[in-house]
């Protein structure tokens, strides 16, 4: 990471952001280019483990099919800053990339586990769905192998500006 003073290296921070994200950006190997998707997911408390809901079909299990190694990126963006004086501007941001493994989850009890996973990623409480939509949806597994955390919290004036 080139700005070392920007890292977050503490794995519970990272599941911390990653707690706060809304959407993940899973990559894919493809030709003649990556194939780059925005997802829903839901994690595991260690922040770890990742799932991700989908279609019965698609792009994406055609390709990892081919390749279950994946990269990943999420954000959370915490306004733009905005400085007169020195006419510029940047943005605050905490930020978690990685890469890992995926497989998909076949079982029912699994399934469901990480529907579960999804919905308390939305909601602060237990939401309930119909658990027969389980049997019409793929779920896969990411196992993060890897991740990194960055965060930028410019301050201006004294105060951290949002």
Not at 37 to 56: K, Q, R, S, W
Not at 67 to 88: A, Y
Not at 119 to 147: G, K, N, W
Request: hydrophobic share 35%.
């Amino acid at each position: 990471m080139r700005r070392n003073d920007r890292a977050v290296t503490d794995p519970l921070e990272m599941t911390d952001i990653m707690s706060r994200c809304e959407v993940l950006h899973l990559a894919i190997a493809a030709q003649p280019a990556p194939y780059l998707l925005p997802v829903n997911f839901g994690m595991e408390p260690d922040g770890m483990t990742l799932y991700i809901h989908g279609a019965m079909e698609g792009t994406k299990y055609d390709l990892l099919a081919q390749n279950n190694r994946v990269g990943f990126e999420m954000e959370c963006t915490n306004g733009l800053v905005l400085d007169e004086k020195s006419h510029s501007c940047t943005m605050n941001y905490e930020s978690v990339m990685g890469w890992g493994t995926v497989r998909e989850v076949t079982d029912l009890d699994g399934k469901l586990h990480a529907l579960d996973r999804i919905m308390a990623q939305y909601h602060s409480e237990d939401f309930f769905y119909d658990p027969a939509v389980a049997e019409r949806t793929r779920i896969l597994c990411l196992r993060i192998q890897e991740r990194t955390g960055k965060r930028r919290a410019k301050i201006l004036g004294g105060k951290k500006h949002a």
